[in-house]
């Protein structure tokens, strides 16, 4: 039982310190690897969570899936739920508050801490999965493909699978 | 005011909305617009613009807070359950049964050689995406090398090992509010772009 609550509580934490939908990925790697999961665990859950519905951050439903089942995957979508909606009781009471220079202050700096961290998290994954020559030709075409924003980022998991499929045997 | 929406309606537009939205960037924003301020006219463009503003300064998943935030707008409390239930929950178990199905041909060797292309791509969104998120430093002037210098500093904190990654966050934040208070938070595009 403590063990389950401990699970949902990291989901919730996870959730709740991250500014977007993946933002959550550095906090949850970092509980989670390599206790409960491996990083190639991580790699199938960020691409399950593309090649499904829903916006980038549902990637932590597969993941809770593949951590703990179909409890795992209640437990991070409760999580992944709940955090953000802390905006609704905070717009009702503190909207002033919301809207200081200090408060877009604070969101700034988590942000760029986010962007480091993803940045950090990002290598250790492309480390994880191997870097012969090919592999970092698709790291750098699914960066320029992210940053341009205009295909849909299922289109690079596919295509990935195919070159892995012709040349990572 | 028009009467509120029934709940089936407001299901399907955010259900829409959930599939069919990548990335939670300008194409996400640009399609919420659509369906609900200038199709269904649930909303004012005035509404929608504040309740993304406020969106941005949500944790976790931005578009659940614009769907907590809009639905109450345009239902109230049974607006914000059917808002956030039909953009989480379809979307939720649709992953779910894909990772139960994936579990099942993980270890095969065709799943594996396909895996060692989707590794590089996976670390690629990840980078891409941080990428984004920093981006809006090329704006900032002078400023902008305080911001590079927080980047660098979480990067190289996790990289080293050597901190927990909720204390950079928390520092990161403190940081943020006390010394880049004096300007706007940038997580966001710009609403109308």
Known sequence: ?169 | MKAPPSSRALARAWFDIGTQSFGGGSSTLFMIRRILVERMGWVSLREFTEAWALSQLSPGIHLVAMAGLLGRRIAGLRGIVVSVAAMMVPAALITAILTAFFGRIAQEPLTLAALAGIGPVAGGMTIGLALTMARPVLQRGRFAIVDVAVIVASFAILLAGSAQTIVVIVVAGVFGAVLLGHERPTSSDAPMS
Do not use: C
């Open chain 1, 1 to 169: 039982m403590l063990e389950q609550i401990a699970l949902l509580l990291v989901f919730l934490k996870a959730s709740a310190l991250a500014v977007g939908g993946l933002a959550s990925l550095p906090l949850l790697r970092a509980d989670l690897v390599p206790r409960f999961v491996t990083d190639a665990g991580i790699v199938q859950a960020l691409a399950i969570g593309r090649l499904g519905p829903g916006p980038n951050g549902l990637y932590i439903v597969s993941l809770g899936y593949l951590v703990a089942g179909w409890t795992g995957a209640l437990y991070a979508l409760v999580g992944a739920t709940l955090a953000p909606l802390a905006i609704l009781p905070a717009t009702a009471l503190a909207r002033r508050w919301l809207l200081s220079s200090w408060f877009g202050g604070l969101v700034r700096g988590v942000s760029l801490a986010t962007a480091g961290l993803l940045l950090a998290t990002g290598a250790t994954i492309v480390n994880a999965g191997g870097t012969q020559v090919w592999q970092l030709g698709l790291v750098v075409a699914t960066v320029a493909v992210t940053l341009q924003g205009r295909l849909h980022p299922a289109v690079m998991i596919v295509v990935g699978g195919i070159v892995g499929l012709a040349l990572g045997r």
